[in-house]
């Protein structure tokens, strides 16, 4: 924040820090909820201090540039007479960083300062930097928390000394790691090394680490002050310009699922001795398809902890295991310290105990479809209340840039017809309630087709239809 001449927040002389642990899970979607300092999963930020001499701090959404509510992390914008007014014979970059105005109030001039953060009862408290930040898979990962975990997961690395960020590859991100050792020479154990480094950052964070490289002593790209240069480490690995000691990057690969997968049928009629075999093999498929990378690069020692699975992940694994081998697998399962060994083992005793899961029969469209419970209840608050909008949902979306009208029709008619229940409507028979699904289609079309299939009669006294079906609310 060089940009201000004077300060943006301070402490006033005597007052002790504001330490505030705040959930990891709910900071990486950007919300604050504080939570007792010690427990699983906690956070510990560090107030820098209030406002003061005349400056207004804002947290702002940087991509709709609207204020964030009061629990939520945006990017810190500052106004006021200690602000600079621009960098020196740079108009661009000046009226970018420096002419900033809130999207809905066309309040400003503000500062972007680039850095995250929030307040809390008018304290400013940063939890990092908007270039810096990491996203894989929708999770907002902060580079110095992942930086900490790596650097203390082995004791021959070095302390401040590391770099975690994210590249692009096949399309999506993967995450990166440089970080020196205290010696020049590759290390005998390097290997044990890297491990060391990829299981802290799988436990801590559901996560998989796709490069983890080792630099020499005093290498890695630091500003004059000592900060870390993330980009600058960023750049090198790309350039291949980084003085390596030792690395380990996986093979990326879009992962083709083999035609003769694995079933439960054809598992339990191999021999004895084959079945762990087969089962260790099918469990390393399944790793290597969900994580895309070579399966060469999954082993059955593995800890299924180790992986770097997050939740999403897991449970796309277990719904494959379960669908193939129709089997129930407790999640807890998968939690445990168990290696893809010990889980094939474990997976048939399942097999020898547990009786073979029922598949799910699609029921007919042509006959009456009984409302369900859930589905009852809403009927009943309709006949309560006619046209009551107790159960519309309403939302709104921003779009920015070119709209391919046609593209977005498209989607919806797909999602339309993916999704039955947007075709459905709830129609009275002789007295009781039942569904009725529309055939898919034009979803505009048939909407309009649909509801003015249905006879409207008062209650009880034939048929009647509770409103249009829900694809007209698209």
Same mark, same amino acid.
């Given at each position: 924040?060089?940009?201000?001449? =004077? ?7 005597? #007052? ?13 979607n950007?919300?604050?909820?504080? $939570? ?11 107030g ?11 947290i ?79 999770r ?39 970080q020196?050792?205290? &010696? ?12 060391? @480094?990829r ?15 080792? @630099? ?18 960023? #750049? ?5 310009? =980084?003085?390596? $000691? ?53 082993q059955?020692?593995?800890g ?11 449970f796309?694994?277990?719904?494959q ?8 697998? &407790? ?96 129609? *009275? ?8 699904? *529309? ?36």
């Amino acid at each position: 924040m060089a940009e201000t001449t =004077l300060k943006i927040a301070t402490v006033r002389s005597g #007052a002790t820090p504001t330490f505030l642990p705040v959930d990891a899970g709910a900071l990486e979607n950007n919300h604050i909820v504080e $939570v007792v300092e010690g427990d699983r999963g906690a956070r510990t930020l560090v107030g820098c201090g209030f406002p003061e001499f005349g400056t207004k701090v804002a947290i702002v959404n940087p991509e709709s540039l609207t204020q964030c509510q009061p629990q939520e992390v945006g990017e810190i914008w500052v106004a006021g007479e200690t602000v600079a007014r621009g960098y020196w014979n740079r108009p661009e970059e000046t009226e970018k960083t420096f002419q900033a105005y809130l999207s809905d109030t066309s309040e400003g001039p503000f500062l972007r300062t680039g850095d995250l953060g929030f307040l809390r009862d008018r304290e400013l408290f940063i939890t990092g930097r908007l270039k810096d930040l990491i996203i894989i898979r929708g999770r907002n990962l902060y580079p110095q928390d992942i930086e900490r975990t790596a650097e203390q997961s082995y004791p021959t690395l070095r302390l401040g000394a590391n770099a975690a960020f994210s590249v692009k590859i096949a399309d999506t991100e993967q995450l990166v790691i440089v970080q020196e050792i205290e &010696s020049r020479k590759t290390p005998a154990n390097s290997e044990e090394i890297i491990r060391a @480094i990829r299981h802290r950052i799988a436990i801590e964070y559901e996560l998989q680490a796709y490069g983890v490289v080792l @630099i020499k002593p005093g290498s890695i790209p630091k500003t004059t002050s000592g900060k870390i240069q993330r980009r600058a480490a960023y #750049a090198d690995f790309l350039a291949d310009k =980084l003085e390596v $000691v030792a690395s380990s990057v996986l093979e990326i690969s879009d992962f083709v699922e083999i035609e003769n997968r694995l079933t439960r049928e054809n598992l339990l009629t191999a021999e004895l001795a084959e079945q762990q075999a087969q089962l260790e093999t099918y469990l390393r498929q399944q790793v290597a398809r969900v994580l895309k990378v070579s399966i060469s690069q999954i082993q059955s020692a593995q800890g299924f902890s180790n992986l770097g699975l997050d939740s999403l992940a897991v449970f796309e694994f277990k719904n494959q295991i379960e669908t193939d081998l129709k089997i129930a697998l &407790s999640i807890e399962d998968l939690f445990q310290e168990l290696s893809l060994a010990q889980l094939a083992a474990k997976i048939l005793e399942k097999l020898a105990e547990a009786p073979k899961i029922a598949s799910i029969q699609a029921v007919s469209r042509l006959q009456n479809i009984p409302l369900s419970f859930a589905q009852e209840r809403l009927w009943f608050f309709d006949q309560l209340e006619p046209g009551n909008p107790f159960y519309n949902l309403c939302g709104a979306v921003r779009i920015t840039g070119q709209l391919n009208a046609e593209a977005l029709r498209q989607s919806i008619e797909k999602i339309i017809e993916r999704h039955e229940v947007l075709r459905t409507a709830f129609v *009275a028979v002789e007295g009781q309630p039942i569904q009725v699904v *529309a055939a898919a289609g034009d979803w505009d079309a048939a909407a309009d087709r649909f509801e003015r299939s249905l006879p409207r009669r008062s209650p009880g006294r034939g048929t009647k239809a509770v409103g249009p079906p829900s694809a007209r609310s698209l």
